[in-house]
Nanobody, 119 residues
Framework: QVQLVESGGGLVQAGGSLRLSCAAS????????MAWYRQAPGKQRELVAEITSGDITNYPDSVKDRFTISRDGTKNTVYLQMNSLKPEDTAVYYCRRTQLWGPGSYEYWGQGTQVTVSS
């Protein structure tokens, strides 16, 4: 079992910055991808950023050049640096981890953290 604990959400004015953290603990596999998703009211959950265990990153166009995903030295904590925030970035942000463990692949989600950007 894997636990994901997110932190760092809050209220910020448009143009400001926030950094989210997601710490993974438990039975951690070395081959994994960690990602941030977000879900705004009435909308589907969407990918914001992802990073593989080989540090390959991926972003949708909506956040490219504004958001940066990274890992710490242990590779078990992932960060999302969000700059130039816009009101449309307002959402609950979720951390997701997928990993290989034994013969299978497993997916885990954090509880979510609210980000609110005021205009």
């Amino acid at each position: 079992q894997v636990q994901l604990v997110e932190s760092g959400g809050g209220l910020v004015q448009a143009g400001g910055s926030l950094r989210l953290s997601c710490a993974a603990s438990g039975s951690l596999g070395s081959i994994n991808t960690m990602a941030w998703y977000r879900q705004a009211p009435g909308k589907q959950r969407e990918l914001v950023a992802e990073i593989t265990s080989g540090d390959i990153t991926n972003y949708p166009d909506s956040v490219k050049d504004r958001f940066t995903i990274s890992r710490d030295g242990t590779k078990n904590t992932v960060y999302l640096q969000m700059n130039s925030l816009k009101p449309e970035d307002t959402a609950v942000y979720y951390c997701r981890r997928t990993q290989l463990w034994g013969p299978g692949s497993y997916e885990y989600w954090g509880q979510g953290t609210q980000v609110t950007v005021s205009s």
